[in-house]
Nanobody
Framework: QVQLVESGGGTVQPGGSLRLSCAAS????????MGWYRQAPGKQRDLVAV???????NYADSVKGRFTISRDNAKNTAYLQMNSLKPEDTAVYYC????????????????WGQGTQVTVSS
C-alpha cells in the first residue's frame, strides 16, 4: 500500500529545465531503488534514470550529462532535474519505487506513479 505522487511536469522550450518530484508514502520499511521511466506517444516505456539506497545512479545514454536523479531519504522523495531539454524528451514520465513493506512480513512492493507529462516545444 505505497502511494506515489508525482509533480513538476509541464511545457518548456528547448534548452529549458524542469524538476520532477516523486513522493512515496504508506507503510514503508525501506526503499531500495527509485527510478524514472518515460513513455513517448507510440513508444514503449523506457528507463530514464535510477538511484539506489546508497546513492549509486544509472542513466539512459540519451539523458547523460543533462538529467540528474537524486533522493531525499528523510522525505522518501526522488527528484529528476532535467536540463537542456530537447523535443525528444517529450513523454509521460513515471516514477518507480522498489520497496519493502513496513508490515512484519517485509513484503516487496514495486510501485508506479500516475505519470506526469513533460512537453518540450517551441
Amino acid at each position: 500500500q505505497v502511494q506515489l505522487v508525482e509533480s513538476g511536469g509541464g511545457t518548456v522550450q528547448p534548452g529549458g529545465s524542469l524538476r520532477l518530484s516523486c513522493a512515496a508514502s504508506g507503510n514503508i520499511f525501506s526503499i531500495n531503488t527509485m527510478g524514472w521511466y518515460r513513455q513517448a506517444p507510440g513508444k514503449q516505456r523506457d528507463l530514464v534514470a535510477v538511484i539506489t539506497s546508497g546513492g549509486s545512479t544509472n542513466y539512459a545514454d540519451s539523458v547523460k550529462g543533462r538529467f540528474t536523479i537524486s533522493r531525499d531519504n528523510a522525505k522518501n522523495t526522488a527528484y529528476l532535474q532535467m536540463n537542456s531539454l530537447k523535443p525528444e524528451d517529450t513523454a509521460v514520465y513515471y516514477c518507480n519505487v522498489d520497496s519493502y513493506s513496513g508490515y512484519r512480513d517485509r513484503t516487496r512492493i514495486v510501485s508506479w506513479g500516475q505519470g506526469t507529462q513533460v512537453t518540450v516545444s517551441s
